[in-house]
């Protein structure tokens, strides 16, 4: 299983950015995808979730500015980031899992920075 996230890079603030994450070696239309996030010194946090029937959710500080969806044709998952502020930079990472009980597969991490 591999996940590849691309997209992202340096931004000014009020721009617009897409990140996207290929999925390798699973069914990926039966995942639920998901986009964290780390800050440098804060905890990791779950930025938007889509699941197998396309249901989304997003943290709070990010509803309204970004968008996740997905395309199972090309088993990819995209999280598309409007009105970028400086707090959103952070190293964002994508994920898969099937089951609230399975494993969770992960990306590498794709770096956004938004500056001022």
């Known amino acids: 299983v591999q996940l590849q996230a691309s997209g992202g890079g340096l931004v000014q603030a009020g721009e617009s950015t897409r990140l996207s994450c290929v999925a390798f070696?699973?069914?990926?239309?039966?995942?639920?995808m998901r986009w964290y996030r780390r800050a440098p010194g804060k905890q990791r946090e779950l930025v938007a979730t889509?699941?197998?029937?396309?249901?989304?959710n997003y943290l709070d500080s990010v509803q309204g500015r970004f968008t996740i969806s997905r395309d199972n044709a090309k088993n990819t998952v995209y999280l598309q980031m409007n009105s970028l502020k400086p707090e959103d930079t952070a190293v964002y990472y994508c994920?898969?899992?099937?089951?609230?009980?399975?494993?969770?597969?992960w990306g590498q991490g794709t770096q956004v920075t938004v500056s001022s």
């Open positions: 070696g699973i069914i990926f239309n039966a995942h639920t």
């Open positions: 889509i699941s197998s029937g396309h249901s989304t």
């Open positions: 994920s898969a899992r099937r089951h609230s009980f399975s494993v969770e597969f």
